[in-house]
């Protein structure tokens, strides 16, 4: 699992950063939290807000920080969700069972984090 935070280096981009970190060590997850400044990486994931929680390069959180119980459950929710994809579909192969037929040959849906 990747976890980032994005902005522009403000204090309230500072706080959820910090309160990231709290949660994930709360949650006693061996991930590092990574603190992303570069404005082009919000761009490119299409948002025009920050803060952004991103956790597998997808937002799940953005704007003003949440408290920490919110921060805590975009998480568990994006692990949970991550591991059961990765479980049923992937099988570390790069070819998604899960994906619409369209979308095979793509690749994986999980962006290699199977």
Same mark, same amino acid.
């Given at each position: 699992m990747k976890i980032q935070v994005l902005g522009s280096g403000c204090p309230t981009c500072k706080k959820l950063f910090e309160q990231t970190k709290q949660v994930v060590k709360?949650?006693?997850?061996?991930?590092e939290v990574e603190y992303i400044?570069? =404005?082009q990486k919000i761009v490119e994931m299409g948002m025009m807000t920050s803060p952004i929680l991103a956790?597998?390069?997808k937002p799940v959180l953005a704007g003003l920080p949440g408290d920490l119980e919110k =921060?805590?459950?975009? =998480?568990k929710n994006s692990f949970e969700s991550n591991g059961s994809?990765?479980? #049923?579909?992937?099988?570390?192969k790069g070819n998604c069972d899960c994906e619409p037929e369209?979308? #095979?040959?793509s690749g994986c849906s999980?962006?290699?984090n199977c």
């Open positions: 709360d949650l006693g997850l061996d991930v400044t570069d =404005i956790v597998n390069g =921060i805590s459950d975009v =998480i994809e990765s479980d #049923k579909c992937c099988n570390g369209e979308n #095979k040959n999980c962006g290699g």
